[in-house]
């Protein structure tokens, strides 16, 4: 049981480049999340989704887009990469009677 | 506006005492309040949750204290392990809907021997 797998673990990006953060879990949740971890600013809310074919903003949307097309998977798209965009991003799921399961978080880099 | 706000930032505590971290928020819809513990290169890991009908929690050597009229809550790690340095986070979240947790700020808590 793999849980909550998220793919990259690294990555370094040229502004104005685009790249997808791929998130998978095994555990039939219905919503996902997708956040960021900066220094001193603890998880912020990027983007949810309460079930496939769903999405919503969280707290800090901008510069950022999502896509659920299947229920197990949660992507995270940066259109043009900006350097305040540099943070440690954490896919997590759960349902409504559940503990939020988190991955290992994918450490991003815009130069 | 930070939904949940979480102190110390940073905390040292000798081993064999106290560690205590405290979270306050401002939305009483609130009713669910976990502690996610959080190790260096790894992701948030829930360590222990309460609901407000409790107004304490323990599991082991962890407990949560929850005043509901005070609107704060905090985390006591008694005899406090060398294993227990870690970043600890608070959060909070509404039950109903997409269940969103807002997290606190974090606190980078060292346990010295």
């Known amino acids: 049981n793999a849980g909550v797998t998220q793919t990259p673990k690294f990555r370094v990006l040229k502004t104005g480049q685009s790249m997808t953060l791929l998130c998978a879990q095994d555990?039939?949740?219905?919503?996902m999340y997708w956040y960021r971890q900066d220094p001193g600013m603890g998880l912020r809310l990027i983007h949810y989704?309460?079930?496939?074919?769903?999405?919503a903003k969280g707290e800090v949307p901008d510069g950022y887009n999502v896509s659920r097309l299947k229920k197990q998977n949660f992507l995270l798209g940066l259109e043009s990469a900006a350097p305040s965009q540099t943070s440690v991003y954490f896919c997590?799921?759960?349902?409504?009677?559940?503990?939020?399961?988190f991955g290992q978080g994918t450490r991003l880099t815009v130069v | 506006q930070q939904q949940v706000k979480q102190s110390p930032q940073s905390l040292i505590v000798q081993k064999g005492g106290i560690s205590i971290i405290n979270c306050a928020y401002e939305?009483?819809?609130?009713?669910?309040f976990p502690w996610y513990q959080q190790f260096p290169g790894k992701g948030p890991a829930l360590l222990i949750a309460?609901?407000?009908?409790?107004s304490e929690k323990k599991e082991g050597r962890f407990t949560i204290s929850f005043n509901k009229s005070a609107k704060q809550f905090s985390l006591h790690i008694m005899d406090s392990q060398p294993g227990d340095s870690a970043t600890y986070f608070c959060?909070?979240?509404?039950?109903?809907?997409?269940?969103?947790?807002?997290f606190g700020t974090g606190t980078r808590l060292t346990i010295i021997p």
């Open positions: 997590a799921s759960r349902t409504t009677s559940t503990e939020a399961f």
């Open positions: 555990m039939n949740h219905e919503y």
């Open positions: 989704s309460v079930g496939e074919g769903t999405t």
């Open positions: 939305n009483t819809a609130f009713d669910y």
């Open positions: 309460i609901r407000p009908d409790v």
């Open positions: 959060a909070a979240s509404k039950q109903t809907g997409a269940n969103n947790l807002f």
